[in-house]
């Protein structure tokens, strides 16, 4: 019997073999934003656990845009052929190679996770930090400069470069990073963006930064390859970002190019994360795929096989997403066939023999 979660998924030209993706997840492992042996085997185990799309960590789209020192990076040629092998490994085990660009905003120069994050002062290797408005995320965190129309305009190009080193380094899915209290989404939310221009005020002018982005990625990703837009739904705080205008956003998105929005919430102040209870941002995902008509991918907290297949069973999304999980149990996604459909069809042929009873032997 084929399930939801393991039927193929269409998105232009590209077939995911089941609706199974990985998470981008920051490693912070990286010197001079280049991937290693790390990112192979840590993003090459989960292909090889089955899931039909891996999503690379948020990669910097300049050497300020990271969060951290460590972050990957994706603004030069030399980090293009760096990804080029991880990409083709994992696309060699059947899954689609896609990465997540980003860029930190406010929330850059800090140290990475397990040392704290704090602020890395510019003669420890950090970089002056740059935000819509000049507001830190919080005391430890440095303050960004409130960014001129320059500033701008370089961002945008730096999407733009940063998406056609993407397609050089072998990609089939970018998406882009507008949630988590990141530059994007610092634009998008009242709470982070009180400038006076035209890129602040309304909900016209708040938008504006995102559809600029995504007009110069769209313009140089190739027509025929998806590209996805990773929102925070809701700040979970009044007078915040809201499922309403994200609904209003995915509409207008659509229409440029965006294939799927990709459903997170939060963090754009501190201590906004949300309920944090099984699959909690799931009926946001399902309010964009009715309300706006566009797919979306459901992520959070979503870790049995059964949740999943229900997820898309009941039309509330095209794709899940699964982050910590995955950490826990690179084949989770082989494990899940298993439970839903009583045998795994995607164990690598190395295995096949020794793990798979049904295997010919
Ligand atoms: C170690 C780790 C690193 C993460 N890095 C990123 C990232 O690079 N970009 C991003 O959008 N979200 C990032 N996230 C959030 C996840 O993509 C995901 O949305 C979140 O963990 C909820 O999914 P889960 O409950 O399945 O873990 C990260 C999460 C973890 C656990």
Not at 43 to 70: D, K, N, Q, T, Y
Not at 71 to 91: K, S, T, Y
Not at 110 to 115: A, C, K, L
């Amino acid at each position: 019997m084929t399930s939801n979660l393991f039927s193929p998924f269409d998105c232009r030209h590209v077939t995911f073999r089941n609706r199974i993706g990985v998470a981008p997840m920051c490693q912070y492992s990286s010197v001079d934003g280049l991937p290693n042996a790390w990112h192979m085997v840590h993003l090459g185990s989960r292909a090889v656990g089955g899931a039909g799309l891996v999503l690379f960590e948020a990669a910097a789209v300049s050497p300020e845009g990271r969060i951290s020192p460590a972050d990957l990076g994706l603004w030069n040629q030399r980090q293009a052929e760096a990804l080029r092998p991880i990409a083709d490994f994992v696309q060699a085990q059947g899954a689609v190679a896609g990465i997540q660009l980003a860029h930190a905003g406010r929330k850059g120069s800090t140290q990475v996770p397990w040392v704290g994050r704090a602020e890395v002062s510019v003669a420890d290797g950090g970089w002056e930090t740059m935000a819509p408005s000049a507001l830190r995320f919080q005391p430890a965190y440095p303050l960004p400069r409130e960014m001129p129309p320059s500033d701008i305009e370089r961002v945008i190009d730096s999407f733009r470069a940063s998406a056609r080193l993407a397609q050089a380094a072998g990609f089939q899915v970018l998406e882009l990073h507008m949630g988590h209290g990141y530059l994007a989404h610092e634009f998008l939310s009242p709470l982070t963006n009180q400038r006076e221009d035209h890129y602040g005020g309304g909900f016209e002018n708040r938008i504006r930064f995102a559809v600029e982005i995504v007009r110069a990625v769209r313009s140089e990703w190739p027509e025929h390859l998806p590209l996805f837009v990773r929102l925070s739904v809701t700040d979970w705080v009044d007078g915040g970002w809201d499922l309403g205008q994200s609904i209003q956003l995915a509409k207008i998105l659509r229409p440029l190019g965006v294939d799927l929005i990709d459903c997170s919430s939060g963090s754009i102040v501190p201590d906004s994360r949300g309920p944090q209870t099984p699959g909690f941002q799931v009926p946001f995902a399902a309010a964009i795929r009715a309300q706006a008509g566009i797919p979306t991918a459901a992520v959070g907290l979503i870790t049995q096989a059964r949740q999943a297949e229900d997820i898309l069973a009941q039309g509330q999304a095209d794709m899940v997403l699964l982050a910590r999980q995955l950490l826990v149990d690179p084949y989770w996604p082989l494990r899940a066939q298993a439970e839903l459909e009583g045998a795994s069809s995607h164990w690598p042929v190395q295995y096949e023999r020794a793990v798979n009873p049904q295997a010919k032997r």
